[in-house]
């Protein structure tokens, strides 16, 4: 029997990876122009720090992790948890007060696969720590929404604020009892979450939920002032930066570390799977993980789904791999040179496509055009003998000759600016 790859966990195959190096690209670039720094965590950690930051009674602690149970470590669900344990076990804060950090890598959670949702899944993943300030909220907003932006990808943007711990607990309790009185009606897991975990049962997307949780009070009217005034703020600064936003007091987000902003990036292309991004404040997290009392917000985003949606644009703005250049050696005699030159020509910077096969000219050149090569390098044995070879345009086919004098270094270096003038 052959062995495939296990259920949930997939393979990034070449034509996949460049997607995703030109969005893990995209991200760095965006996300440096914002002053963040790149942060690596190991993939597993202790499994009481997920159980504190996200909460014993969410779903990805209840029924999502790969817990190692006989070590009491777990895979990673998502990068926040880890980014605090890092930022409080390193005292990052004793250097710089406010840390602006980011991280892209695999996180894993034991979900039912389907389109766009994995047991191994990618993040990137944006984190400011230290800032209270409303202004940083849309500041980081702003970032995620001008990645998509660059991407060609459209969003929509809903906010909500989850208050604080005290104007949540009385809200919760109104809440509770709002939930008592219809739990009838109610699934299964939202009349457990009613004692367990009542704010979820708001973004609960069973449709019948939906409609008994209507007319739940809103949290949003339940803030005190000071939640009241920072979420404001947040309006106001992100209005200023041109964001758009549509207020959506239901979302709640399945980790229970948020506090005061909440935000997703949503879209409709992707079926169920409509989060792209999201985040939220933390405000109390890293001081409930024995580190100074200070605030948070961040966020995370999908690579598989921002993959799937990028795949959805027009062939023309899709990136590809592209070799610079491809040498069709023909006739035995070329072979040896040949691969010097590509040799030198890669020593020069420049991306070399060759092939030892001794295949005629059109074979080669099919294999120039499937590797998206810019020009090929024609050598035949004629071409060798007379010391000219045939360079041709792989997008206008026009073809020039090129001397093959001078030793192999002298001509790849020749070659080299060649190309990159004719590049530009
Ligand atoms: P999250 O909402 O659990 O938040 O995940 C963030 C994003 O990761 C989702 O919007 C989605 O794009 C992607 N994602 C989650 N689960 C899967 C899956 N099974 N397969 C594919 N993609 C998935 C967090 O993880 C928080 N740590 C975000 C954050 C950072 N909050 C503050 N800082």
């Known amino acids: 029997m052959k062995i495939q790859a296990i259920n949930g966990f997939k393979d990034i ?39 504190r930051s996200i909460g014993e009674a969410t779903d990805v602690v209840e029924k999502e992790m790969y817990t190692f ?50 047991r191994q899944f990618h993040q990137l993943d944006a984190e400011i720590i230290g800032a209270v300030e409303p202004r940083v909220d849309a500041e980081l907003i702003a970032m ?51 004692q367990t975990n009542p704010l979820r049962v708001l973004d609960c997307k069973k449709p019948t939920c939906r409609a008994l949780v209507k007319d739940a009070p809103s949290l949003l009217d339940a803030l005190c002032p000071d939640c009241d005034r920072h979420f404001q703020e947040v309006q106001g600064a992100l209005q200023g930066l041109e964001i758009p936003f549509r207020l959506n007091p239901f979302m709640v987000r399945g980790l229970d570390y948020y506090t005061r902003t909440t935000f997703e990036f949503l879209t409709t292309d992707l079926g169920a799977q409509a989060a792209v991004g ?42 590809t791999d592209t070799t610079d250049i491809f040498i069709a050696a023909l006739g035995q005699a070329t072979l040896a040179p040949c691969s010097q030159l590509a040799h030198g020509l890669r020593k020069q910077g420049i991306r070399v496509g060759i092939d030892y096969s001794g295949r005629g000219l059109k074979a080669l050149l099919k294999q120039a055009a499937r590797i998206n090569a810019r020009f090929t390098l024609i050598v035949g044995d004629d071409e060798w003998a007379s010391q000219q070879g045939i360079l041709r345009n792989m997008t206008t086919q026009e073809q020039q000759p090129v001397a093959l004098v001078g030793t192999t270094d002298e001509l790849s270096r020749r070659l080299a600016e060649h190309l990159q003038v004719l590049r530009h």
């Open 13 to 51: 195959l070449p034509d996949t990876a460049v997607r995703w190096r030109h969005i893990e690209q995209r991200a760095r670039d965006i996300f440096e122009r914002f002053g963040m720094r790149e942060i690596r965590t190991p993939i597993m950690e202790k499994t009481e720090l997920f159980v």
């Open 69 to 118: 149970i006989d070590k009491g470590i777990t895979m990673r669900p998502e990068a926040t948890a880890s980014i605090m344990r890092a930022f409080i076990e390193h005292g990052l804060h004793v250097q710089q007060p406010i840390q602006r950090l980011y991280a892209i890598g695999p996180m894993f959670r034991h979900e039912r696969p389907q389109k766009g949702r994995l």
């Open 278 to 319: 999201a985040g939220g404040r933390y405000d109390g997290l890293i001081e409930e993980l024995g580190g100074p009392p200070l605030s948070g917000i961040g966020f995370a985003m999908g690579l598989e789904r921002i993959a799937l949606l990028l795949e959805q644009r027009p062939e023309g703005e899709q990136p």
């Open 144 to 194: 995620g929404q001008m990645l998509l932006d660059e991407l060609g990808l459209s969003v929509s943007l809903e906010l909500n604020s989850l208050g604080c711990p005290i104007c949540r607990p009385p809200f919760k309790q109104r809440l509770v009892a709002f939930l008592e009185q219809t739990s009838e009606g109610l699934c299964e897991d939202c009349k457990r979450r009613t």
